[in-house]
C-alpha cells in the first residue's frame, strides 16, 4: 500500500536548483513504489467547494511573478486518468461531501514543481485536487479519509503546501544558516502532535501552537491545511514519519511528511 505525502513545494525557483531538498525530492521519487496515479491537493488552488480535475491532458500554470524566465519554459504535460476521477467522485459521493468535476485547470506551481522533482518524465496521470480554507480542519481532515482507501490500489496522495509559509517574514538575505527560533518551535511542536497522531490538538493548533500565528498568518492558511488532507488520507494506518525538514530564508519550511 502507498503512502500519503505532505510536501512543502517552497518557492518556484526549486524547479531549476540543485540543492539538498531538490535533491531529497528527486531521491524519493525513485524510493517510492511507482504509483498507477497521484491524487495531489494542492495550495495554489483553493475554492469554497471541493474540485476534482478531470482533464485529458494538463497545461503547465505559471501563477507566480519576477522569477527566472527559465520557469517560464518549463511544461509539465501530465495527463489525467478518469476512470480515478470517477472513483474519486463515488467516494466523495458515499461520504455526503459536495465537489465540483473541473476538465480545464491547468497544473499550477505547487503541483508541478513537486511532481517534476519526483516524476520528471510526466509519465504518471495525476488528479489535481483544490484545497478549502474555509473548512475547519476536522471537515478537511474528513475529505482526505474519504480517499483513504485509494491507497490500496497503489494511488499515491500528495498534498502540498508548507507547514512554515509566512512571505512577509522571509529573510532574502538568509538563503541558508541557522532558521529563526520560532519557526523551528512551531515545527517540533507539529512533530510531537503528528508523531503522536493528537488529532484534537492538532486541529486546535491556531491556540496551542508555539508562533502559530507567524507560522500560519492570519491572512493565510492555504499553505498549512494540506496537511489536515494528507493525514486523513491515512486514517486507516495512523502512523507518521518526518522524511525531511530544512529552512531558506530564516523560515520556509521545507518538510516531507509520509503518513500511513
Given at each position: 500500500?502507498?503512502?500519503?505525502?505532505?510536501?512543502?513545494?517552497?518557492?518556484?525557483?526549486?524547479?531549476?536548483?540543485?540543492?539538498?531538498?531538490?535533491?531529497?525530492?528527486?531521491?524519493?521519487?525513485?524510493?517510492?513504489?511507482?504509483?498507477?496515479?497521484?491524487?495531489?491537493?494542492?495550495?495554489?488552488?483553493?475554492?469554497?467547494?471541493?474540485?476534482?480535475?478531470?482533464?485529458?491532458?494538463?497545461?503547465?500554470?505559471?501563477?507566480?511573478?519576477?522569477?527566472?524566465?527559465?520557469?517560464?519554459?518549463?511544461q509539465y504535460p501530465a495527463k489525467g486518468n478518469s476512470d480515478v476521477s470517477g472513483q474519486i467522485e463515488a467516494l466523495f459521493l458515499k461520504e455526503g461531501i459536495p465537489f465540483h468535476i473541473d476538465s480545464k485547470r491547468g497544473l499550477d506551481h505547487g503541483a508541478w514543481v513537486v511532481l517534476r522533482m519526483l516524476y520528471p518524465?510526466?509519465?504518471?496521470?495525476?488528479?489535481?485536487?483544490?484545497?478549502?480554507?474555509?473548512?475547519?480542519?476536522?471537515?478537511?481532515?474528513?475529505?482526505?479519509?474519504?480517499?483513504?482507501?485509494?491507497?490500496?490500489?497503489?494511488?499515491?496522495?500528495?498534498?502540498?503546501?508548507?507547514?512554515?509559509?509566512?512571505?512577509?517574514?522571509?529573510?532574502?538575505?538568509?538563503?541558508?544558516?541557522?532558521?529563526?527560533?520560532?519557526?523551528?518551535?512551531?515545527?517540533?511542536?507539529?512533530?510531537?502532535?503528528?508523531?503522536?497522531?493528537?488529532?484534537?490538538?492538532?486541529?486546535?493548533?491556531?491556540?496551542?501552537?508555539?508562533?502559530?500565528?507567524?507560522?500560519?498568518?492570519?491572512?493565510?492558511?492555504?499553505?498549512?491545511?494540506?496537511?489536515?488532507?494528507?493525514?486523513?488520507?491515512?486514517?486507516?494506518?495512523?502512523?507518521?514519519?518526518?522524511?525531511?525538514?530544512?529552512?531558506?530564508?530564516?523560515?520556509?519550511?521545507?518538510?516531507?511528511?509520509?503518513?500511513?
Amino acid at each position: 500500500m502507498l503512502p500519503s505525502l505532505f510536501i512543502a513545494h517552497g518557492s518556484p525557483m526549486l524547479a531549476i536548483e540543485n540543492n539538498e531538498y531538490t535533491q531529497f525530492l528527486k531521491t524519493l521519487g525513485q524510493a517510492l513504489p511507482r504509483p498507477k496515479a497521484i491524487v495531489l491537493f494542492s495550495a495554489h488552488w483553493e475554492s469554497n467547494v471541493q474540485e476534482v480535475s478531470n482533464v485529458k491532458e494538463y497545461s503547465t500554470i505559471y501563477d507566480f511573478g519576477g522569477f527566472s524566465e527559465e520557469l517560464y519554459r518549463i511544461q509539465y504535460p501530465a495527463k489525467g486518468n478518469s476512470d480515478v476521477s470517477g472513483q474519486i467522485e463515488a467516494l466523495f459521493l458515499k461520504e455526503g461531501i459536495p465537489f465540483h468535476i473541473d476538465s480545464k485547470r491547468g497544473l499550477d506551481h505547487g503541483a508541478w514543481v513537486v511532481l517534476r522533482m519526483l516524476y520528471p518524465n510526466a509519465d504518471v496521470p495525476v488528479i489535481s485536487m483544490s484545497v478549502n480554507r474555509h473548512l475547519s480542519p476536522e471537515e478537511q481532515y474528513k475529505i482526505g479519509k474519504s480517499l483513504a482507501h485509494l491507497r490500496e490500489k497503489d494511488i499515491l496522495i500528495i498534498a502540498s503546501g508548507g507547514t512554515v509559509h509566512n512571505l512577509r517574514a522571509l529573510n532574502w538575505a538568509q538563503d541558508h544558516g541557522e532558521e529563526d527560533e520560532w519557526a523551528y518551535a512551531f515545527d517540533q511542536w507539529l512533530a510531537n502532535h503528528i508523531e503522536n497522531w493528537d488529532l484534537e490538538s492538532l486541529f486546535q493548533y491556531e491556540t496551542l501552537a508555539p508562533a502559530a500565528n507567524l507560522a500560519v498568518p492570519p491572512y493565510g492558511n492555504e499553505h498549512f491545511i494540506p496537511i489536515f488532507y494528507a493525514m486523513g488520507a491515512a486514517d486507516n494506518h495512523q502512523t507518521a514519519k518526518l522524511l525531511h525538514r530544512s529552512y531558506r530564508y530564516g523560515n520556509l519550511s521545507h518538510s516531507v511528511w509520509q503518513f500511513g
